[in-house]
């Protein structure tokens, strides 16, 4: 039971325009969501996160947006830069008993920025 | 400050085999959390550590186990392994949970 989903395995995008990557989850007691870079060999580098209080949170070119009555989330990418070609994880975590949090990853889409 | 460290980064191992994987978290942070990366099975969740006290369990057999120490530090352990657990097993630190940031990982080839 896949409880976080990444739809679109790949996205390529020119240098200079919006990346848009997608996640949808079914488990409506998730109430944090995080999105991660990853480069092969490499750990994930967190990049944004939003609480379920929000609807939306900046830093700098990366805009998270999310709509909880459709249990989706968007990272924006802009403008895309070639340094961003590397796969990128949603994540989505609800507090479980003793305060512990896990994360639940979707899949990954492989962003490909062309210059 | 320094990141999240694992030890070793690459490791070979033979079927019926045990592995230790050791993760050093970010000063300060007390909670680690241990994750195994497949191609078939994506990311998944292990277990995470607090204080010293496992706190939450994936659904991994009993022959994962973990423990954390009181300086924070993190060892994971893989018993009786078998060709499946060959994965790359990343560690992620955070203040109070939810693992926010990642080590490099170790991959683990079992053969």
């Known amino acids: 039971d896949q409880q976080v989903k990444q739809n679109s395995p790949s996205l390529s995008v020119q240098e200079g325009r919006i990346s848009i990557l997608n996640c949808d989850y079914t488990?409506?007691?998730?109430?944090?969501f995080l999105w991660y870079k990853k480069y092969p060999a490499e750990g994930p580098t967190f990049l944004i996160s939003i609480s379920s209080i929000k609807d939306k949170n900046e830093d700098g070119r990366f805009t998270v947006f999310l709509n909880k009555s459709a249990k989706h989330l968007s990272l924006h990418i802009v403008p895309s830069q070639p340094g961003d070609s590397a796969v990128y994880f949603c994540?989505?975590?609800?507090?479980?008993?003793?305060?512990?949090?896990?994360?639940?990853f979707g899949s990954g889409t492989q962003l490909t920025v062309l210059p | 400050k320094a990141g999240v460290t694992q030890t070793p980064r690459y490791l070979i191992k033979t079927r019926g085999q045990q592995v230790t994987l050791s993760c050093s978290p970010i000063s300060g942070h007390r909670s680690v959390s241990w994750y195994q990366q497949t191609p078939g099975q994506g990311l998944q969740f292990l277990f995470e550590?607090?204080?010293?006290?496992?706190?939450n369990k994936g659904n991994f057999p009993g022959r994962f186990s973990g423990r954390q120490f009181s300086n924070s530090r993190s060892e994971m352990n893989v018993s009786t392994l078998e060709l499946g657990d060959s994965a790359l097993y990343l560690c992620?630190?955070?203040?109070?949970?939810?693992?926010?940031?990642f080590g490099p990982g170790t991959r683990l080839t079992v053969t």
């Open positions: 550590y607090f204080s010293e006290t496992q706190r």
């Open positions: 488990n409506s007691m998730f109430d944090y």
């Open positions: 992620a630190s955070s203040l109070g949970g939810g693992a926010k940031y």
């Open positions: 994540a989505a975590s609800r507090l479980s008993s003793g305060s512990a949090r896990q994360l639940t």
